[in-house]
């Protein structure tokens, strides 16, 4: 596999969460919360999961994360309903067909398995590494969790197996009180970084986005490599919460910014979160846009935050830094 397929197979996370209800089963998805695994790469050369229902699917689109369990294998969390005050530990289990925990793993993007934690609103984002123990436990801090329901995505490949990712609900009791979905940007700024997005997911097909990055109004041309790559975007759909795939353009060697490229596919119109990690200055920072796709393209939103002053409030966003 070449390493821009490698890189590419991150997966664009669509935490999409349309209204806020709290509906806790096996039909949603993890969220990330780092470890020792990061996050997991699709190989499209590798042997894919067994289709399964989801909503807006188009032939060549298909998103995953809506299930706990596919093809044998399944994410098994010691508890679902976290204490408010901390979040974690977390621990949970990959079980193989065997039913027995899952212990050799293909490393992907540079980890065995990647931890990605959304609310259902898709306000907040965390990208963790958890570790896993000689018994195939893993087991992550997910830090303080306001009041409501989560998506817990695990995304890795089993040694010899498909590339998989799978979902579970979270809960944290509390008063909860939903928030609508952050308004449609092309721009986010986040630690200092201006971040700009650029170019029109299309529903059923491929299409190419950038991020452009700049800080005191100069570009940044200088990015670390994170994971394997110059940055890594994950797509999260409203409604389903269904992770969707993004694919790096650029080798990992050419230029480190200003400019970070990808191809994006989305199976069908509707409301998007794109959660963009990129790392800097030994810092691991995420940028996130809502955009609108609509058949044949979709909608950036104005070229600036709605409010400039809470461009950088409610990112909630989580990084447990390498």
Do not use: C
Request: proline share 9%.
């Amino acid at each position: 596999m070449t390493p821009a397929a490698k890189l590419g197979i991150y997966g664009l996370v669509l935490a999409v969460a349309l209204g806020g209800g709290a509906v806790v089963g096996d039909a949603v998805g993890p969220i990330d919360t780092g470890g020792e695994a990061d996050h997991v790469e699709h190989d499209p050369g590798r042997a894919s999961a067994a289709p399964q229902p989801q909503l807006g699917t188009e032939e060549g689109v298909t998103p995953v994360g809506l299930t706990r369990s596919e093809v044998g294998y399944s994410f098994e969390p010691e508890r679902t309903d976290l204490d408010p005050r901390s979040g974690g530990p977390f621990r949970f289990r990959i079980t193989g067909p065997d039913g027995e925990a899952v212990r050799a793993y293909e490393e992907s993007h540079e980890r065995d398995l990647h931890f990605i934690v959304v609310d259902r609103g898709l306000a907040t984002f965390s990208h963790l590494h958890p570790t896993r123990a000689p018994d195939g436990t893993w087991s992550v801090e997910l830090g303080e969790l306001e009041p409501g329901v989560y998506r817990a995505y695990a995304d890795f490949v089993p040694a010899d197996g498909p590339d998989l990712t799978l979902g579970v609900d979270l809960t944290v009791a509390g008063d909860f009180r939903p928030a609508p979905l952050p308004p449609v940007a092309a721009i986010d700024t986040v630690d200092g970084y201006e971040v700009t997005l650029a170019g029109a997911p299309a529903a059923g097909s491929d299409s190419e986005v950038t991020l452009t990055l700049s800080r005191d109004g100069r570009p940044v041309t200088d990015l670390d490599p994170y994971l394997g790559a110059f940055g890594h975007l994950v797509a999260i759909r409203a409604g389903d919460l269904a992770y969707l795939h993004v694919h790096p353009i650029q080798e990992p060697d050419e230029n480190g910014g200003p400019d970070v490229r990808f191809a994006v596919a989305v199976p069908a119109s509707g409301d998007y979160r794109l959660f963009f990690d990129f790392a800097h200055a030994g810092a691991v920072h995420t940028a996130s846009f809502t955009v609108d796709v609509a058949d044949g393209g979709s909608t950036a939103g104005p070229s600036t935050p709605s409010n400039p002053d809470d461009a950088d409030a409610g990112h909630g966003v989580g990084h447990e830094e390498d």
